[in-house]
């Protein structure tokens, strides 16, 4: 069954630095979203992505964030300047488009310190 | 936007034991799907059931998209059933399209 990938799988990181979270997703999916999960609550929709450009993005998608599609296989999520409250298991996802079910990856586990 | 709540919020069986999870949602929904999170944090999809009625072995699931709620049934339950289960919709239309919203999740502990 063709997946999502995510890596790295864990990132430790200093305050202030930037990260680069990097996804591929399945190949003939058109739809491409991360979304992002604080330690003991729900998984947090972050920005959709669709036709090489931002279609949603939610209130916590600020300046500090962006995404991008550099070839026709990768998707990464950058975050510039992390702060400890960053610290989260960041989630990619794809889907066809249409009828039909997302697509998670394994996530990124994110800390910040 | 679209609101999803689940319950019970946490659950504990024995193994062996049947349980229903609910969730309700408050719009018309294009896509529900259940997940199950495992102790490594991943999300594995469970069903994409946005209506009707799937079996996948012990798990069955049921929305009823008329009355705005979906039920996950796990039966003989196992102690590698252990973990958050979450419910999540898209709903269909307006500022919810297309994005998944997820509920709270329930903690399910199955004990040996």
């Known amino acids: 069954e063709p997946e999502v990938t995510q890596t790295p799988s864990h990132q430790v990181t200093q305050m202030g630095q930037e990260v680069i979270l990097r996804c591929v997703p399945i190949?003939?999916?058109?739809?491409f979203y991360w979304y992002r999960q604080i330690l003991g609550q729900k998984v947090e929709f972050l920005v959709s992505f669709y036709n090489n450009e931002i279609s949603e993005k939610s209130e916590i998608f600020d300046d500090q964030f962006s995404v991008e599609r550099p070839d026709g296989s990768n998707f990464t999520l950058k975050i510039r300047s992390t702060k400890l409250e960053d610290s989260a298991m960041y989630f990619c996802?794809?889907?066809?488009?249409?009828?039909?079910?997302?697509?998670f990856g394994s996530g990124t586990r994110l800390t910040v310190v | 936007g679209i609101q999803v709540e689940q319950s019970p919020p946490d659950l504990i069986l024995q193994e062996g034991a049947n349980s229903t999870l609910r969730c309700n949602f408050s719009d018309s929904v294009n896509n529900l799907q259940w997940f199950h999170q495992n102790p490594w944090g991943q999300l594995i999809n469970l069903f994409y059931?946005?209506?009707g009625t799937k079996q996948n072995g012990r798990l069955s699931a049921t929305t009823v998209a008329t009355e705005r709620y979906s039920l996950l049934y796990i039966s003989s339950s196992q102690t590698t059933d252990s973990g958050v289960y979450f419910c999540?919709?898209?709903?269909?239309?307006?500022?919810?399209?297309?994005?998944?919203?997820f509920g709270q999740g329930t903690i399910l502990t199955v004990h040996p």
């Open positions: 059931i946005p209506s």
């Open positions: 996802a794809s889907r066809q488009g249409g009828a039909g079910g997302y697509t």
């Open positions: 999540a919709v898209a709903g269909a239309g307006g500022t919810s399209y297309g994005k998944l919203t």
């Open positions: 190949s003939n999916h058109l739809y």
